[in-house]
């Protein structure tokens, strides 16, 4: 069980998009997580007349390692560590470390 999931709202730790918050669309299988809006890089499409694909340069999110994100906690308005703790009815839980629950 990871402690991020796609659709967790997180925010970036280190780098040049450090501070910034955003969306995980996808948890890749060797620990990167793809987060939208942020570590953009440029891609150049060359344009296809057969499907109707102009040309251009357009921004695409790249990945970005696991260890550089935290979870966003809004209550405390930061990124915190995320740990897991058994529920009274024996399911797994994940939970901020100052003891709030992630899955609310």
Not at 7 to 31: A, H, N, W
Not at 59 to 80: C, H, Q, R, Y
Request: hydrophobic fraction near 35%.
């Amino acid at each position: 069980m990871n402690k991020i999931r796609k659709g967790d709202e997180v925010i970036v730790t280190t780098g040049k998009d450090r501070g910034r918050r955003g969306t995980v669309l996808e948890v890749m299988s060797d620990d990167r997580v793809l987060v939208e809006g942020v570590n953009l890089a440029k891609k150049h499409i060359k344009p296809n007349p057969n499907v109707g694909e102009p040309g251009g340069i357009r921004d695409k999110a790249m990945p970005l390692d696991i260890s550089n994100v935290l979870v966003f906690n809004p209550k405390t308005k930061k990124g915190e560590r995320v740990g897991f703790r058994v529920g009274e009815d024996g399911s797994k839980v994940r939970v901020f470390r100052s003891g709030d629950k992630v899955d609310i």
